[in-house]
């Protein structure tokens, strides 16, 4: 009867509203994760044939869930633009956004959403024809380039290009199978967007090694799971669950070693960390294995990256930023304790 | 005068106009600018089915990505790729709807066809026209599933209220109102407590619900535009009539939405129905985004209907108002039995116009993250698998999108046909 109950809803809609309950109240009594996610984006967030979830940012919902609810599949997936998602977050219909989103200052403080963490480190590049030669951005002066709208990286590149004292020609398109268009049809040299997107595109033309993505990242942009303001155990877990995928790649922990590692190994971080020892999970109000549980379902940040993004998938992206901390990368846990 | 009985002596066969012998002399009887401008159009015809042919026929249909469709395809350019229809059709047809209750919204549309078809034909027997109705009380349930209670108390009650009104034809009108708002409030009562008073065993028995984010693809854009259709066709005559109404507030009222409504794009309403409500609703609520997206639709193509059925109301002559008026008929009677047939039948085309564009306007829903078909489209792509399709998942869109548009218009000519009475 979800129409009636619908009816009370809006019959309840001018009631006086007494803020947000608990999240992971709201989730535990639910039995099921709201993840916010993208419509559809390579490697991070799209659907197979029978309609499961599956990308990077997916994970990120799956191993919240697991943590939580000890179970990765009780998740229900929220598509959202870019231009729903924060208002998604704010009114409550997700408990949190997992959808490649920048962490801003502006979106941070202004829109209310609480970033938990870098979850994958992207930047804007470009990508070129193998044929023009080019080596580096600074030879695109009075390149074509297309370039998505009312993006940060338009407003990107035009300052790189000015601060360098470069010109170009800008050809405005809408979305990815426009630039795709009109890059193999040579309406312009150059299509700027963030890395990770030039990688999958680069990956879908007939001929990926006839183009090249050329060395400059000229911003940054730090992708990652956002909450909302006002519920501070919640942006712990969710933020923690991060961290803890993130040390169990440090750690030596994998989605097959996770429910074994902790009864035979001598260091006392992992079995902290697994549950075995100490009691970090009732601290945030979850079971003694929550990470045990999100390791197990969906793998260290490692194993995430490799299975989405990394160099043996179509996409073929390097660890780069995205690596830990002691392999010049600038993933690195705090440490759970 | 004597009459002669001889026989008319044999001529050749007249020259067929219609047949392409025909066609050619014809056009060649009127001079070689038209012989060669026919030439050229039937070239550049016969060129594009050409190039389209030669496109879609491509043995494809087995691929599991794009990589795999090139590696069939051996270099040659300019070739579908159909794997990805293969392998996704089921997806932009239904969206997320769990495939083992593929048959539900199959059935639903199929009975809904049915029921449209047998509603619309203007010969229609009455009891046809009642039994029509069934389909679009099923398809609710069909479609979402869950407990069959709740569904089978309104059912009932539906039929009941069709019993009363025969029964409570003679008694006085408010008291029948009454009545019949009192029976439906309890109705919808029962409705929703039902399931707590039944045994925990027969409590969940019914179809398995299917939750409103599951449904998508032209499941979602049928949904959408079928509801809107519905429901903003008596709307929309209701803002008609208030529109023109003697009565200051109701025409007021009338006007102002139906100005507002027309003076905002529909993707500011589809907005409002996904992120301003969100704030208004009491937070926690889960008012379903669909429905919120059907009343939204529906009140947008209702200003539209009702604008097309004033214009229609105005061209019906006066002197049939006044012609009821000199017959005893009230307001009600005269607008049901002179007025609106006339009117309804004159505004034909532009109605069916309005619900081809309310249908493809659904489209419109993938811009707040519903997965219609281009919403879907935009999905599937970014599977890695089939990065890099275009034609072939939007042709495939556009072709079903083509199919239901075009038998509406054909149907709303059809209609035309039919009602013709020679005046006018």
């Not at chain 1, 660890?319 to 830990?324: M, S, V």
């Not at chain 2, 491509?58 to 599991?64: C, D, L, N, Q, R």
């Given at each position: 009867m979800k129409f009636l109950r619908n009816g009370a809803a809006i019959a309840l809609a001018f009631a006086p509203v007494s803020g947000f309950a608990d999240t992971l109240e709201d989730v535990q009594a639910r039995g099921q994760l709201l993840c916010g996610v993208n419509t559809g984006l390579s490697g991070f967030s799209f659907t197979d044939a029978d309609g499961n979830w599956t990308g990077f940012d997916v994970d990120m919902c799956r191993a919240v869930a697991a943590a939580v609810l000890g179970d990765a599949d009780a998740v229900e997936y929220i598509p959202l633009t870019g231009k729903t998602r924060f208002t998604a977050l704010s009114s409550g219909e997700i408990d949190f956004l997992s959808r490649n989103t920048t962490w801003t200052y502006s979106r941070d403080s202004d829109l209310a959403a609480n970033f938990v963490g870098t979850s994958y480190y992207d930047g804007q590049g470009f990508l070129t024809r193998a044929?023009?030669?080019?080596?580096?951005?600074?030879?695109?002066?009075g390149a074509t380039i297309c370039i998505k709208t009312g993006t940060t990286t338009e407003l990107t590149l035009s300052e790189f290009f000015r601060s360098n004292g470069m010109t170009y020609e800008p050809v405005p398109i809408e979305s990815d199978s426009e630039a795709q268009q009109q890059y193999n049809a040579k309406s312009c040299d150059v299509f700027t967007a963030d890395a990770s997107a030039l990688a999958a595109n680069r990956a879908s033309f007939a001929d990926p090694d006839a183009h090249v993505i050329l060395p400059e990242i000229i911003s940054k942009e730090p992708l990652g799971p956002a909450v909302r303001h006002g519920d501070d155990r919640w942006h712990d877990i969710v933020g923690w669950t991060l961290n803890a995928l993130i040390a169990a790649e440090e750690l030596g922990i994998t989605s097959e070693n996770a429910r074994t590692l902790g009864d035979t190994t001598n260091s006392p971080e992992i079995k902290r960390l697994l549950g075995v020892d100490g009691d970090l999970g009732a601290m945030n109000g979850?079971?003694?294995t929550w990470a045990q549980d999100a390791i197990a379902a969906v793998g260290n940040y490692g194993e995430i990256f490799d299975r989405h993004l990394?160099?043996?998938?179509?996409?073929?992206?390097?660890?780069?930023?995205?690596?830990?901390w002691f392999n010049g990368g600038l993933q690195y846990a705090p440490p759970f304790r | 005068m004597s009459q002669s009985n001889d026989l008319i002596p044999p001529r050749p066969a007249p020259q067929s106009a219609n047949g392409i012998l025909g066609r050619i002399q014809a056009l060649a009887a009127q001079g070689p600018s038209h012989l060669i401008l026919s030439v050229i159009s039937y070239a550049a015809m016969a060129a594009m089915i050409w190039l389209i042919l030669r496109w879609a026929i491509?043995?494809?249909?087995?691929?599991?990505s794009l990589a795999e469709c090139r590696e069939i395809l051996q270099?040659?350019?300019?070739?579908?790729?159909?794997g990805v229809i293969n392998e996704r059709w089921s997806q932009l047809l239904i969206g997320f709807y769990p495939k083992a209750e593929f048959w539900r919204p199959a059935l639903a549309f199929v009975l809904l066809g049915l029921a449209i078809f047998a509603m619309l034909r203007v010969n229609a027997r009455a009891m046809e026209r009642k039994l029509a109705v069934i389909p679009f009380v099923l398809t609710p349930y069909l479609l979402w599933g869950g407990p069959i209670w709740s569904w089978v108390v309104l059912f009932g009650a539906a039929c009941l209220l069709l019993v009363m009104n025969k029964l409570l034809r003679s008694t006085n009108a408010k008291a029948d109102f009454a009545i019949r708002i009192a029976f439906i409030g309890a109705a919808v009562w029962l409705a929703m407590n039902i399931s707590d008073a039944l045994p925990p065993s027969l409590k969940d028995l019914g179809l398995e619900p299917v939750k409103s984010r599951e449904f998508g693809g032209f499941l979602l854009s049928f949904l959408i535009g079928l509801s809107a259709i519905l429901f903003s066709l008596p709307m929309g005559v209701a803002l008609a009539l208030g529109r023109t109404s003697k009565l200051p507030l109701l025409r007021v009222v009338s006007t102002g939405f139906i100005e507002f409504i027309r003076g905002v794009p529909l993707i500011t309403l589809l907005f409002i129905a996904s992120t301003l409500l969100n704030i208004f609703l009491p937070p926690g609520t889960n008012f379903d985004i669909i429905v919120r997206v059907i009343i939204m639709v529906t009140l947008f193509a209702s200003a539209y209907i009702a604008e097309i059925v004033r214009g229609a109301l105005a061209a019906v002559p006066k002197g049939q108002t006044e012609g009821a008026a000199s017959l005893g008929l009230n307001y009600w009677q005269t607008q049901r039995l002179i007025i609106l047939p006339q009117a309804l039948k004159i505004s034909i085309p532009g109605i069916v116009s309005t619900f081809i564009a309310v249908f493809k306007d659904t489209t419109l829903v993938s811009i707040i993250g519903l997965l219609d078909p281009l919403g879907l489209a935009n999905n599937i792509r970014a599977d890695s698998a089939w990065t890099g399709i275009v034609w072939e998942i939007y042709g495939f869109a556009a072709l079903i999108f083509f199919i239901f548009c075009f038998a509406m218009s054909q149907y709303s000519m059809w209609l035309e046909r039919q009602l013709q009475t020679g005046h006018r």
């Open positions: 044929e023009l030669g080019v080596s580096s951005v600074m030879d695109l002066d979850l079971s003694a990394g160099t043996d998938t179509v996409i073929g992206l390097e660890r780069g930023l995205n690596a830990q | 491509s043995p494809t249909w087995t691929a599991g270099g040659q350019h300019g070739k579908a790729c159909w």
